[in-house]
């Protein structure tokens, strides 16, 4: 038998997920606790909360993810664990299982970095080929990541304030949806025009980095402005204006950088890879550019998993990366 397995764990926010992947890129188990219900009622992530939840449900997703791979421990190549960034309660559940299991029957341990994982999710879709460029959009990051090899990772921007998830989740809560907000506004806005004019950050000319946070506050005026003049505002309207002002942004820096940095494939990557608007508007400009690939992978591996972990960790093992039994859980580790 010379198939190669290796486990992912992943806890670095409200998921407690494990998963095992054949050969680098073919998923033989992948198991996902959301905790979405428990934190719904207090608009937001709770730390201490999804500790607690990641402490209990961690040993029973270990497990169900080795019965539906249907192999032993002793067949594990690599525990490879996230090692941050994310909350420390709740990524050291985590490294502390990968431990445990790599103590207990001798198996090498590699840490991951969260933001690796998502743009390695990818690689479960299609052969990665560099040089290539990762969009990364979750409810944390913003960025766009060079990348020239496999484990390389250059940011050549980022977000100066909200994430663009962050900023999805926070004028969601203004229009009183639950929380996470960022699938309803996609809902809501496929039923919207973009009627409504709010700004668009570009920064400085030639800049990649990206900003939310004035288009949030504006969002949030339109709102008490509406409110205070008794005028109405279609919800549909806000969430398609709001949406449309993000994609165009987040879609003309892609394309500019795709054609500066000459790459051979874009991929997309993080929670925010999940919405309807931004996926068909970077499909309908990629057919534009056909010397590019465009990669998008399936709405269950955009949102956190540990597939895309043990996908990134399998990488890692090959170049010979390992992690000791020193390795401690990194809430600001840096990709
Ligand atoms: O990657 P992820 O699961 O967790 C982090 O690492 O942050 O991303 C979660 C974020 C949340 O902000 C959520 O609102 C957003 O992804 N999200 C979406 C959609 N689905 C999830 N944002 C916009 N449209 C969606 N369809
Ligand atoms: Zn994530």
Redesign the pocket.
Same mark, same amino acid.
């Given at each position: 038998k010379n198939d190669q397995w290796i486990m992912g764990i992943e806890t670095s926010?409200d998921e407690t997920a494990v998963a095992i992947i054949k050969n680098g890129r073919e998923i033989a188990a992948n198991i996902v606790a959301s905790q979405i219900e428990s934190h719904k009622r207090f608009g937001g992530v709770v730390p201490e909360i999804a500790s607690r939840h990641h402490v209990e449900q961690i040993t029973i997703v270990l497990e169900e993810a080795m019965k539906q791979a249907d192999i032993n421990y002793t067949d594990l190549s690599a525990i490879t664990v996230t090692e941050g960034p994310g909350l420390v309660g709740a990524l050291l559940v985590g490294v502390n299982a990968a431990k445990a299991v790599a103590f207990a029957h001798g198996i090498p341990l590699v840490g991951v970095h +969260?933001i690796a994982g +998502?743009i390695y999710a990818n690689r479960l879709v299609s052969e990665m080929e560099f040089p290539l460029l990762a969009l990364v959009v979750? !409810? !944390?990051h913003t960025e766009l990541v060079y990348m020239k090899e496999h484990g390389h990772f250059e940011v050549i921007g980022e977000t100066r304030d909200d994430a663009a $998830?962050?900023a999805? *989740?926070k004028v969601a809560r203004t229009l009183n949806l639950p929380y #996470? $907000?960022? #699938?309803h506004? *996609?809902r809501l806005a496929q039923d919207g025009e973009p009627s409504i004019p709010l700004p668009r950050a570009w920064l400085e000319e030639g800049s990649y980095d990206f900003s939310f946070s004035g288009l949030k506050s504006a969002v949030i005026n339109t709102v008490h402005n509406a409110e205070q003049r008794g005028e109405q505002i279609k919800p549909e309207d806000l969430a398609a204006s709001f949406q449309q002002s993000v994609i165009d942004v987040l879609v003309t820096k892609t394309i500019k950088a795709t054609q500066e940095y000459k790459v051979k494939q874009v991929l997309l990557a $993080? $929670?925010?890879a999940?919405?309807?608007g931004l996926r068909s508007a970077l499909q309908e400009e990629f057919v534009k550019l056909p010397e590019c690939e465009l990669i998008i992978p399936p709405i269950t591996l955009c949102? *956190?998993n540990a597939a895309m972990i043990a996908t990134a960790g399998s990488v890692l093992f090959e170049k010979g990366v390992r992690s000791t039994m020193a390795m401690n859980a990194n809430p600001g580790l840096d990709i």
């Open positions: 926010c +969260h +998502h979750s !409810g !944390g $998830g962050e999805y *989740d #996470p $907000g960022g #699938p506004i *996609d $993080g $929670g925010v999940a919405n309807k949102t *956190d």
